[in-house]
C-alpha cells in the first residue's frame, strides 16, 4: 500500500511527534511504500510581521498547500492519505486537495482543535467546555489560544469557515480517536458516530521491564500549566515519610515549580529538566510508580503506555481518558484532581504497600502486551484504513456502502 503521512510539526517535540514518528515507522516496517509531507512552525520564526497577518488567513486556507499538495498526489497516486496536524503551516485545504483528486483521507484526533480553538478545553486553571456548549466564538472572547484574541479569532474562523464548507464531512473519510472518551467529546460536538474509530497509540520499541526498582516516584511530562505539577509538589508536603521523586521535563513553568519546591523545602524532589526518550524512560523503568497529575481532558497520554511497558503502575487524576486507560487498583491508582491531599494519600498507600505495587506493575505490563504494542496496534490501523478505501472505491462507483457498528462482544478499540 502506499500511504502518504502529513504532519505540521510543532515548535517543541511533544507527543503528537512522537505518534507520527512510531506510526511511520510501524508502515515502513511492514513493507507499505510510506512517503511524508511535512511543515514545521519554526518556519514562522523567520517572517515578518506582514507575512504573520497574512499567515492567519493562510491558516484557513493555504493556496500553496491545496497546489503543492495536488501535485504530490498525481506524481505519487497514493492509496491513502493520513493526516496528524494541520495547524499552522498546512491548512485545511490539504482536505480538499485529496478530495478533489479522489484519494481516501483519515484524520487522527490527538487533540480536541476542531472543536475548542485551544485544543484542550482547559482554561485559566480549570477544564471549560464552553466552546462546546455554546460555540467557538466563546474562545475568542476568553483569548483562549496564547492569550490572543487574535490568533484565536484565526482560529475559531477557520473552523467556522470549514464548518459551513462541510470540510469535516465531506472532504475527510474517518476519524480516529484515541480513547473512548475523546470520542464521545466528538460525538457531543455532532461528529457522526460511523467516521469515529477508537484506535490508542502504542510503545515501541518495547523498553522492557526492569527488576530491580529504584527508591523513587517518578513524574514525565511538559511542565506547564495543566499538567499541574504544582499539585503533585503540594502532595509532597503532605507526606507521611520521605519519598523521593524525578520530575523530567521541560516547559514554561519549569523555573517556577524548581523556585518553589526550594522554598518549600522538598529536598526530596528532584528536577531532571528534558531528557532523550531513551534516558526518560530507563528512569522510568526503575521507578516505583509514575505520577500523572494532568487535570485537562488528555486524549491518549503516550507516557502511561510507556509506564505499562515497563510494568510500572501509575497514580494518575480521575478525569477523561487516563481514569479510561488506568483501571483503579489493578494497574495503578486513581485520585481527585487538583486534590493534593487525595494523591497525597495515595502516594502514601503506594509506598507502605510495595508487594501490591509489585502486583499492579506486573498487570500494567499485561495491559500493554495486550494491548498497547506495535503487533496490537497494526492490524487496528489497517482496518481504519481498508474502510477509508472501500468507501471511496465505493462513492467512484456510484455505490453507497453500509459501515457496519461492530456488536459488544468485539473490541472496543474497533467502536465507532
Avoid at 279 to 288: D, N, T, V, Y
Wanted: aromatic share 10%; hydrophobic share 35%.
Amino acid at each position: 500500500m502506499k500511504i502518504i503521512i502529513v504532519h505540521n510539526h510543532y515548535k517543541q517535540h511533544g507527543g503528537e511527534d512522537v505518534v507520527f514518528d512510531q506510526e511511520r515507522e510501524l508502515l515502513k516496517r511492514k513493507g507499505h511504500d510510506v512517503q511524508v509531507y511535512c511543515r514545521h512552525n519554526s518556519e514562522i520564526d523567520s517572517y515578518t510581521g506582514v507575512q504573520r497577518l497574512v499567515l492567519l488567513r493562510k491558516a484557513i486556507w493555504a493556496d500553496d498547500t491545496y497546489r503543492d499538495f495536488g501535485e504530490v498526489l498525481r506524481r505519487e497516486k497514493p492509496d491513502i492519505v493520513h493526516i496528524h496536524n494541520i495547524w499552522v503551516m498546512i491548512s485545511p485545504s490539504i482536505y480538499w486537495a485529496c478530495h478533489d483528486a479522489g484519494v481516501p483521507v483519515v484524520q487522527t484526533f490527538h487533540n480536541y482543535r476542531l472543536m475548542c480553538p485551544a485544543g484542550t478545553f482547559f482554561r485559566e486553571g480549570k477544564t471549560c467546555e464552553e466552546c462546546l456548549d455554546h460555540g467557538q466564538w466563546r474562545s475568542v472572547l476568553h483569548g483562549c489560544y496564547r492569550d490572543s484574541r487574535s490568533i484565536t479569532a484565526a482560529k475559531a474562523l477557520m473552523l467556522a469557515v470549514h464548518r459551513r464548507k462541510g470540510t469535516w464531512t465531506n472532504a475527510i473519510d474517518y476519524f480516529i480517536t484515541l480513547s473512548q472518551f475523546s470520542r464521545n467529546q466528538y460525538l457531543r460536538g455532532g461528529f457522526s458516530p460511523e467516521k469515529l474509530f477508537v484506535k490508542p497509540n502504542f510503545v515501541y520499541p518495547d523498553p522492557g521491564v526492569c527488576m530491580d526498582k529504584g527508591d523513587y516516584a517518578v513524574f514525565v511530562g511538559r511542565l506547564s500549566p495543566e499538567k499541574r505539577v504544582s499539585t503533585v509538589l503540594d502532595a509532597w508536603t503532605r507526606l507521611s515519610s520521605p519519598v523521593q521523586l524525578l520530575i523530567i521535563g521541560g516547559g514554561p513553568e519549569a523555573g517556577q515549580l524548581e523556585a518553589d519546591a526550594a522554598a518549600r523545602g522538598l529536598t526530596d524532589v528532584h528536577f531532571k529538566g528534558h531528557l532523550p526518550r531513551e534516558q526518560g524512560l530507563e528512569f522510568m523503568r526503575r521507578a516505583r510508580f509514575l505520577i500523572f497529575s494532568s487535570e485537562w481532558y488528555e486524549n491518549f497520554p503516550v507516557t502511561i503506555a510507556e509506564a505499562f511497558a515497563c510494568g510500572v503502575p501509575v497514580i494518575c487524576s480521575r478525569m477523561g481518558a487516563m481514569q479510561e486507560i488506568v483501571e483503579d487498583g489493578r494497574t495503578g491508582l486513581h485520585f481527585t484532581p487538583g486534590n493534593a491531599e487525595d494523591l497525597a494519600a495515595k502516594v502514601n498507600w503506594a509506598w507502605r504497600h510495595p508487594d501490591r505495587l509489585q502486583q499492579m506493575g506486573e498487570e500494567a505490563r499485561q495491559e500493554y502486551e495486550s494491548k498497547y504494542t506495535d503487533e496490537k496496534n497494526y492490524p487496528l490501523l489497517m482496518n481504519i484504513y481498508q474502510h477509508a478505501i472501500s468507501k471511496r472505491d465505493s462513492k467512484s462507483q456510484g455505490v453507497e456502502l453500509e459501515v457496519r457498528a461492530p456488536d459488544s462482544s468485539e473490541t472496543p478499540a474497533l467502536v465507532r
